[in-house]
């Protein structure tokens, strides 16, 4: 594995910050913690690839038409407790805008340990529900004026 320089992940943390998500989805009966992030630009999204690759996280990067866009998009998937934690344990100090966010979402995931099927404590439900209301959108903007 290729090293990785502290610019690097300066700039890794920034483009989470600008242009991502770090939060719990449900999927079916399920809760899967997600970092997602999307950009129009190739270059950007290559980089960011390679600084994960490099990392030894796992990630899925798919491209897609968005209706009302005619720029192509290109998403970057980082999900699953265990990829989701370690990427947060290499990021979570570095950011500003969504460091909350992941830090709920890290204590979700070891709320949760190797149970993998067990049912949803209250606790963990509450975590989720202060996930989403740290991603609410619009809420901060009142704040500046």
Not at 23 to 31: A, D, I, L, N
Not at 40 to 57: A, M, P
Not at 69 to 88: F, H, M, S, T
Not at 117 to 140: H, S, V
């Amino acid at each position: 594995m290729n090293s990785v320089t502290q610019f690097e992940l300066g700039w890794l943390a920034g483009i989470i910050d600008g242009e991502g998500s770090i939060t719990v989805c449900k999927r079916g009966p399920t809760y899967v913690p997600t970092i997602k992030m999307s950009n129009t630009s190739k270059v950007l999204v290559e980089k960011y690839c390679e600084i994960l690759d490099r990392l030894g996280i796992t990630h899925k990067c798919y491209g897609k038409q968005t209706k009302g866009n005619r720029k192509y998009q290109w998403e970057v998937c980082i999900d699953g407790r265990p990829r989701v934690y370690k990427a947060l344990s290499i990021v979570q100090d570095l950011l500003i805008a969504k460091q909350k966010q992941a830090i709920k979402v890290g204590e979700w995931i070891e709320s949760r340990g190797l149970d993998l099927r067990g049912p949803y404590t209250e606790n963990q439900l509450d975590i989720i529900k202060n996930i989403r209301e740290l991603n609410g959108r619009g809420r901060e903007f009142s704040e500046f004026k």
